[in-house]
């Protein structure tokens, strides 16, 4: 596996998992009344006897550690979520929710393993999506009245970066305005004469003085 476990072989994993915990606990089930022989003496003395002893305790010991696999992942098929999203929760536009993807238990099932109960048991690539986009769960915020007091400024605000409003054209009006640029010049031509008119009365009253 070479933890390349993902999108195209999750299904072949879990797969994998079951049928190697189903191998080992067979082993273990049909070599324990030959090992309860070895303990009490009912078997013969021969080499066969350390055989069925390192037989029993590798299969026992790799049906502990498959089956706490085995249920550990099947918890993270029920809710939904990789590894890493069971390490560190996902990051939406209202914020972190572990919770995200989860889409109840029957339909978190069948993204893994699909919509046809007959290619559950085969190792045959049968879940559901694309692998690029994966479908949440519905979360509605009111951002004026936050459900919680203490995120409700960051709610908020990661809210409106994430957000991104279209560029609308602009209007031939608002286009010609801003490309008119001889109409200011004439404004600042007319406020200079303002201020020319408004200097010489007092430029006349001080030559009479």
Known sequence: V???????????????????LLYCLFITATD???????????LPDTQAKFHILFL???????????????????????KNRSTLEAVRAPV??????????????????LQVFG????YWPVPIFSSLGDGCSFPTCLVNLDPEQPSSPSGS?????SAGEGRQFPSKPLR?????LLTSTPSWS???GAGDKDKKGASNPVMTIENEA
């Open 32 to 42: 324990l009344k030959y090992f309860i022989k070895f303990w009490t003496k009912g």
């Open 153 to 157: 400024s960051s709610a908020s605000k």
């Open 92 to 109: 939406f536009r209202h914020g972190t929710d572990k919770n995200g993807f989860s889409l109840g238990f029957t339909k978190n099932f």
């Open 115 to 118: 919509d046809e109960a007959k």
């Open 186 to 188: 004439e404004n600042e």
């Open 2 to 20: 070479n933890n390349c476990v993902g999108f195209s072989n999750y299904k072949f994993f879990m797969l994998f998992l079951a049928y190697s």
């Open 56 to 78: 029993f305790f590798s299969a026992s010991m790799f049906s502990i550690s498959l089956a706490s696999l085995f249920i550990y992942h099947c918890w993270l098929v029920c």
């Open 172 to 176: 031939e009006s608002q286009s010609r």
